[in-house]
DNA sequence: ACGGTCTGTTCATTAATACTGTACACTCGT
DNA sequence: ACGAGTGTACAGTATTAATGAACAGACCGT
């Protein structure tokens, strides 16, 4: 027989399980609704084989999700509330900036980021994978997209690319707040 | 033959070769790296085949990604700034607040909503599918979430899974403004 | 005790299709 | 004109996804 099971459909199938049973679903009355054999489906949650995307599809859509939902399953540390005072500090290479924690579960990873004046996050932009977007929490800053200088103020924002080089500064004489949010695709 | 293409399919398939062409792979390299034959890696480009997660995962690796990175592709629209008092405003249900868009670009989404003093989410807490981070902009809220109701003032934030009953409420003087992040897994 | 009906799981068999191999058409340097 | 690169089309097969039947256990009412 030789079934090879991977980490990834093991993954897959504690979602899929999850999901089912906290629909209140059973195995069979899945399947009917996916229109699969009640045995397959078990197969799929215990990581016995590696479905194909039409059929994880058909699955992730009576479960009321889409197929990234299967993929990428949320972190476990859900459900957190972060008092502004309360704050984890991260580490940073940024200069006159504090970096801290907004909480980092499920698919989302932000922080708010305090400029003092003069501070920025770097001598030139940056520019790495993923995606970003900055709310401006406080205070005025200036931030380079690519070849763009544009002066934010309170209450703007910014969705972009992380690969196009950026970066933030704070040229007023206060400090300034950004709040950063990214979606995580950790493995 | 009969080949059936959904949509799904097409939409790996541009994926893939979006990052192959951007890393300079040829379609022989890449079939050779992920170990399969070339012509199985254009059938997949072009969406004429339902690739098993297994088979996926092998693509998505030499191309330096997750497979999750494949399947909820970014849109396009990039690298966007929203300005404070130029926000597109969106339709809602909720009583006396406005909605209004932060860019829904990429795999994130987020909107700004300003409650007035009184109002709230819903005459009951909500519970639906996916995942919100909530950053208190401006004002003081009550938050309710799951059996606990949290008083939450500027600063503060919440991570929370949205199937956990959740309610938004200004009972303060003053309107109240929240950011909410979520990640988009729109098919 | 007894059916009856639900739950999920196992495993050999098969029907489907993912994947291959070869052939093709095209562009670019030499 | 050649060789070496590019990507694509298509018929075939070998893999395996998906099935069906039979299984053991839990619960219910009679």
Redesign the pocket.
């Known amino acids: 027989?030789d079934t090879t099971i991977t980490t990834r459909q093991l993954q897959i199938g504690e979602e899929v399980r999850r999901l089912r049973?906290g629909l209140g679903l059973?195995?069979?009355?899945l399947?009917a609704r996916a229109?699969?054999?009640?045995?397959?489906i078990?197969?799929v949650?215990?990581g016995q084989?590696?479905?194909?995307i039409?059929?994880l599809e058909r699955i992730a859509a009576v479960l009321g999700v889409t197929i990234a939902g299967l993929l990428a399953p949320a972190t476990e540390k859900l459900d957190a509330i972060t008092r502004a005072g309360d704050r984890r500090r991260l580490a940073s290479s940024w200069s006159k900036a504090r970096i801290e924690d907004l909480g980092a579960s499920g698919r989302l990873e932000a922080v708010i980021i305090t400029i003092a004046p003069g501070g920025r996050s770097g001598k030139t932009p940056t520019s790495h994978a993923g995606e970003e977007l900055g709310i401006v929490f406080e205070g005025d800053v200036s931030f380079t997209l690519g070849e763009d200088v544009h002066r934010l103020k309170r209450g703007d924002s910014v969705s972009f690319s992380s690969e196009t080089p950026h970066l933030w500064e704070n040229h007023g004489p206060e400090a300034a707040q950004i709040a950063i949010v990214s979606p995580r695709f950790t493995h």
Chains 1, 2 share one sequence.
């Open positions: 027989m049973t059973s195995v069979r009355t399947a229109e699969f054999s009640p045995s397959f078990s197969q949650e215990h084989v590696s479905p194909s039409a059929s």
